[in-house]
């Protein structure tokens, strides 16, 4: 079940839409360090991916191209356990910027919607 906060006029009884979205985007990158460590055989004992989504204005973004809008903005922080070496630690950062789920959504998407 999913549903808006009550001063959105919901009733609160599930996550929001965003959240869901944080969800799969925090569970994706946890799935693809964690295989990544045991296809390596590094000690990692532990993934906690924690996210934000907020909307900024485009003039704010330093990368952007776009100045005339807002954006979505996703912070992500990585907290890797275990008795990890610093290029170990440095890999699987890297490896977490490349779980599908983070590359479809810094690809452009395409929604093609069906009425049945």
Do not use: F
């Not at 906690?48 to 954006?71: G, K, P």
């Amino acid at each position: 079940m999913a549903d808006e906060p009550v001063e959105a006029g919901g009733a609160d009884r599930g996550p929001n839409p965003y959240e869901l979205l944080l969800a799969a985007l925090g569970a994706c990158t946890a799935m693809t360090v964690q295989l990544y460590a045991e296809r390596k055989g590094w000690p990692l004992s532990g993934v906690e991916v924690t996210l934000r989504h907020e909307r900024i204005h485009a003039r704010d973004c330093v990368d952007c191209e776009t100045q005339d809008v807002m954006l979505d903005k996703i912070t992500k922080q990585l907290v890797l356990r275990g008795e990890l070496g610093d290029d170990q630690r440095g890999r699987l950062r890297d490896i977490a910027e490349r779980c599908p789920v983070q590359r479809t959504l810094q690809r452009e998407v395409r929604i093609e919607s069906t009425l049945l």
